[in-house]
């Protein structure tokens, strides 16, 4: 009924912890890691693919009406599973469902998001509302989901840990391959929404997440990826115009921050090459 897949680059003792905790085998699919976290997979690829074509290939290789798809730096606690299965029978057309994440010292993580606004990107970009959230605890969930207790809808869930419906993703297609990094988790729930399946909020099913722990080579460049990658997905959905205008707010907040800040000012360089 249910499979594995893990996405593995560069994590092995992660890999190995995430692994230890499932309670089967899991098809690992590993992005030409160089630190022997290959030797324990059972997809190697010869290149860095990007996590989406990583996620293809293992769960196109599932054979089960249901893939729980993990980063390697994903923890499974003993009764994380039973919530996320009993919200997916309760309800055969939520096609992706997602756990609340906390961090190893018990930090309970963002993971259900709206889709992106041109108010929501003011707030963030201009009125600091992203740096302000980051010390704020995220609240609880409003509770009466229909497809459990405590589960609620979202627009999209962050794709460290999703439980996904083999028909929802034969349907729309997959993660779109052409996402390197970054966005493919709104991409991919919002293609499901609109091809008319639900995507749930499972508070109850809670997973240790490490955070992180591909993308933090990236270092400082990390958010001039996250952001272009955003803009071009606003772009695919919404329409040029609307992503001209969310590119307007980032380069203004950019500017605002990068006197103070270095992931601003790579992010205020990358903004400006790529409108010139």
């Not at 912890?17 to 976290?37: E, K, M, Q, W, Y």
């Not at 958010?223 to 307007?248: D, M, N, Q, W």
């Not at 500017?255 to 360089?269: I, N, Q, S, T, V």
């Amino acid at each position: 009924m249910l499979a594995f897949v893990v996405i593995s680059y560069n994590t092995r003792a992660l890999l190995q912890r995430c692994l230890a905790t499932l309670p089967g085998p899991a098809i690992v699919v590993d992005n030409a890691s160089t630190d022997g976290s290959a030797e324990l997979a059972t997809f190697r690829n010869s290149r860095n693919l990007g996590f989406g074509a990583a996620a293809n290939r293992g769960i196109t290789a599932a054979a089960t009406p249901l893939v729980l798809l993990l980063n390697a730096d994903i923890e499974l606690r003993p009764d994380s599973l039973a919530p996320l299965l009993a919200a997916a029978e309760a309800d055969p057309r939520v096609g992706i469902l997602g756990p609340s994440l906390v961090s190893p010292q018990g930090r309970v993580q963002h993971t259900a998001f709206p889709d992106p606004s041109l108010r929501a990107a003011f707030a963030r970009h201009i009125l600091f509302a992203e740096t302000l959230a980051a010390r704020i605890p995220f609240p609880a969930p409003s509770r009466g989901g229909a497809g459990g207790e405590g589960d609620v809808a979202a627009d999209w869930l962050l794709g460290a840990a999703l439980l996904i419906r083999r028909p929802c993703f034969d349907e729309i297609g997959g993660f779109d391959e052409s996402i390197f990094l970054y966005g493919e988790d709104w991409d991919l729930c919002y293609r499901a929404r609109k091809a008319g399946w639900r995507v749930r909020y499972v508070p109850e099913s809670q997973m240790i997440h490490h955070g992180n722990a591909a993308g933090a080579a990236l270092g400082p460049d990390r958010l001039a990826r996250v952001t272009l990658s955003e803009l071009r997905l606003i772009e695919k959905h919404y329409g040029a115009r609307t992503a001209r205008l969310h590119r307007a707010l980032a380069l203004a907040g950019s500017a605002m921050r990068a006197p103070f800040d270095e992931k601003h000012r790579r992010l205020l360089a990358a903004l400006t090459r790529h409108n010139s």
